[in-house]
């Protein structure tokens, strides 16, 4: 970790792991889960997703908190650490090299988030107008999703916006999430009763709890599955690593890791128990993608008693929530950095971190190409990153190294189980179903 001042960890536990939550909250949750789950047979999708959200969070997610921790630093220097421990000072540089893609990974990441948020941050200019109360929401949708660029000064305020909030390091990050993270899951939930009672909201829930069981044998359903479980979590390979570098040494990174998932699968779930249900309510396409989020969710405000005020408080949160997901993957980066280039000025990685993001996100703008490129850095980018990383924790790290780290501050101490769910069945689904992707990739 930088010996800048600003770098202290988190105040409490349930601010890391509110924090942690935000990272996904803000687009992978409220915007990726529901899309997924519309578009790949509802049910089915959702037990897979379950599945997988069990695993990642029993073994992935607390092995990358608890290598943050043991290395103090970002992703270079973790894989760096963990290299080593099974291989000597030659092995753990190889390791600082294969850390790169995660790293880059995350800056991908990171370029595709910056444009959904703008258009988040528009959508709460037109609340704050009032104009959103009265328009057609798939016209307004349509006016700046297929214009070049049309929300540029959005994204140079979410982009400018979020790497100021990094100047003041996690103590910044806790905040912002411990009053933003309670507002969104309030707003939703109110918005979920409102909806479970518009007609024809029932269908909805059968679609989203009642599995296709023939769904199971699509391929394509479990890699999405896979995916949006990485995505909504942020195990990739990278992100996860650095907030772990925040946690004390007493912390218990199992405990902590569950409970980040079940509040982040809350949060999925409330967010698609508002959508999917509007979608068979108002006779919308569930495969429609982005558009329920910014056609959808408005038309369900539009139809509500102070609908507006709805509007402006929810969309606050929801930018709030993605700036969290920013501030994650930007400070991968800059840890990285920083750790690897000492010399390396703060303020100045900070800045060009900034006009990269501005630069290919305008262009993404330019091409409209932003929403397939958060569907192919869902399904391959963000798993092969945290493939990448299941693979160096579970079979290049030393045994004994790892789980002493997990077990530091740990009640119930894990052992061969949790190691051998981690290297036997973790890595191993990972890593076929990543080859499978690829593999589809290349066929069609």
């Known amino acids: 970790m930088s010996t800048d001042k600003t770098h202290k960890g988190f105040q409490t536990q349930w601010g890391f792991i509110l924090a942690s939550v935000g990272s996904a909250v803000g687009m992978a949750n409220v915007w990726g889960f529901p899309s997924k789950l519309g578009s790949n047979g509802g049910g089915a999708f959702l037990l897979i997703y379950l599945f997988f959200i069990f695993i990642f969070s029993y073994v992935g997610l607390p092995a990358e908190f608890a290598l943050g921790r043991r290395s103090r630093t970002g992703t270079l220097g973790s894989y760096e ?33 910056a444009v959904i948020i703008s258009y988040m941050l528009k959508a709460l200019w037109t609340s704050l107008t009032g104009d959103l109360m ?75 709890f009642i599995p296709r069981w023939e769904a199971l044998a699509d391929p394509m359903v479990w890699i999405w599955a896979m995916g949006q479980a990485f995505f909504s979590l942020s195990i990739t390979g990278s992100g996860m690593i650095v907030y ?29 128990m508002v959508i999917i249900p509007a979608c068979f309510a108002y006779n919308t396409d569930v495969g429609a993608g982005t558009g329920l989020l ?26 709030f929530a993605g700036v969290s997901s920013l501030q994650n993957m930007f400070e991968a980066v800059l840890e990285s950095l920083l750790h690897k280039f000492p010399r390396l000025n703060r303020k100045a990685v900070l800045v060009l971190l900034c006009v990269i993001c501005l630069g290919f996100g305008i262009h993404m703008e330019a091409i409209y190409q932003w929403g397939p490129w958060m569907d192919w850095v869902s399904i391959y980018i963000i798993p092969i990153g945290a493939t990448i990383g299941a693979i160096s924790w579970f079979w290049i790290m030393k045994k004994e190294d790892l789980l002493f780290e997990i077990n530091k501050g740990t009640y119930k101490k894990q052992g061969e189980l949790w190691y051998a769910v981690g290297r036997y069945v973790y890595v191993p689904f990972a890593l076929i179903l990543c080859i499978v992707a690829l593999c589809m990739k290349v066929a069609f």
């Not at 939930?189 to 009672?197: D, K, S, T």
């Open 134 to 208: 009265t328009l057609d929401t798939a016209t307004w949708f349509e006016s700046f999703s297929l214009n070049t660029y049309s929300v540029v000064p959005f994204h140079i305020i979410v982009v400018v916006g979020t790497l100021l909030t990094l100047f003041f390091g996690a103590k910044s990050i806790e905040k912002t999430n411990k009053i933003m993270m309670p507002i969104f899951f309030i707003i939703f939930v109110i918005l979920a009763i409102r909806v479970a009672f518009m007609p024809n909201g029932a269908e909805g829930y059968l679609f989203m």
């Open 294 to 319: 910014f056609i959808t969710l408005p038309t369900i405000l539009q139809d509500i008693p102070f609908g507006n005020g709805f509007a402006i408080i929810l969309y606050v949160a929801m930018v």
């Open 81 to 113: 650490n963990a290299w080593k421990s099974g291989g000597g000072a030659t092995k753990g540089k190889i390791g600082g090299l294969v850390g790169w893609l995660p790293l880059a990974g995350s800056m991908c990441i990171a370029i595709g988030y």
């Open 244 to 272: 772990g570098a925040y946690l004390g040494e007493e912390e218990d990174v199992v405990a902590v890791a569950r409970k980040t998932a079940i509040f982040d699968t809350l949060a999925a779930l409330v967010a698609a």
